[in-house]
T-cell receptor, first 115, second 114 residues
Framework: DAGVIQSPRHEVTEMGQEVTLRCKPI?????LFWYRQTMMRGLELLIY????????DSGMPEDRFSAKMPNASFSTLKIQPSEPRDSAVYFC?????????????FGNGTRLTVT | AQSVSQHNHHVILSEAASLELGCNYS??????LFWYVQYPGQHLQLLLK??????LVKGIKGFEAEFIKSKFSFNLRKPSVQWSDTAEYFC????????????FGQGTTLQVKP
């Protein structure tokens, strides 16, 4: 099992540019989560999906952020336009069943720097 | 709204010292509690979890945590830390409902000096 795979590992972009982060969950997992980690706010849940359907996007900071899960093996988090305050590490995680019964498996994260 | 508070943001210990990291949560109902660890340059990994039963939970690498319902706490402990325990530790709570939504604390950075 390759684990949760995120790409790219690092992304440096200029303010105003579109950024797309990608995630491949563990095969068979039916929950997918996007988290953002910053020094100031720690780990924040942005959005999560169950069976490819967004369940709770209340953590998405604003309309510049959008997430999709077109199929069970792929999800994207898009920021358009990007701003310097979006600089953070973005983690994708997946689980089989909700976290009540099974732990989250995290990817290695994408470190985003917006200049 | 649920929240998780970790009191210690940065802890520095010498090897063989005992460790206790505090975690408090705010939620009045049934909760499931977790500790995750993030070693330098790596992703978060589950250290231990509490769902029900014995409030003293043992995890990997000699870590344990005690759920004290009356204090809304789930503190992490280890009798004798090693240099390899240097990492960031996150407490997390799930409300126990079928929500799949895990709320994390701010994290505690542990630095163990050899």
């Amino acid at each position: 099992d390759a684990g949760v795979i995120q790409s790219p590992r690092h992304e440096v972009t200029e303010m105003g540019q579109e950024v797309t982060l990608r995630c491949k969950p563990i095969s068979g997992h039916d929950y997918l989560f996007w988290y953002r980690q910053t020094m100031m706010r720690g780990l924040e849940l942005l959005i999560y999906f169950n069976n490819n359907v967004p369940i709770d996007d209340s953590g998405m900071p604003e309309d510049r952020f959008s997430a999709k899960m077109p199929n069970a093996s792929f999800s994207t988090l898009k920021i358009q336009p990007s701003e310097p305050r979006d600089s953070a590490v973005y983690f994708c995680a997946s689980s089989f069943g909700n976290s009540y019964n099974s732990p989250l498996h995290f990817g290695n994260g994408t470190r985003l720097t917006v200049t | 709204a649920q929240s998780v508070s970790q009191h210690n943001h940065h802890v520095i210990l010498s090897e063989a010292a005992s460790l206790e990291l505090g975690c408090n949560y705010s939620y009045g109902g049934t909760v499931n509690l977790f500790w995750y660890v993030q070693y330098p340059g790596q992703h978060l990994q589950l250290l231990l979890k509490y769902f029900s039963g014995d409030p003293l939970v043992k995890g990997i690498k000699g870590f344990e945590a005690e759920f004290i319902k009356s204090k809304f706490s789930f503190n992490l402990r280890k009798p004798s830390v090693q240099w390899s325990d240097t990492a960031e530790y996150f407490c997390a709570v799930n409300s126990g409902g079928n929500t799949g939504k895990l709320i994390f604390g701010q994290g505690t950075t542990l630095q163990v000096k050899p």
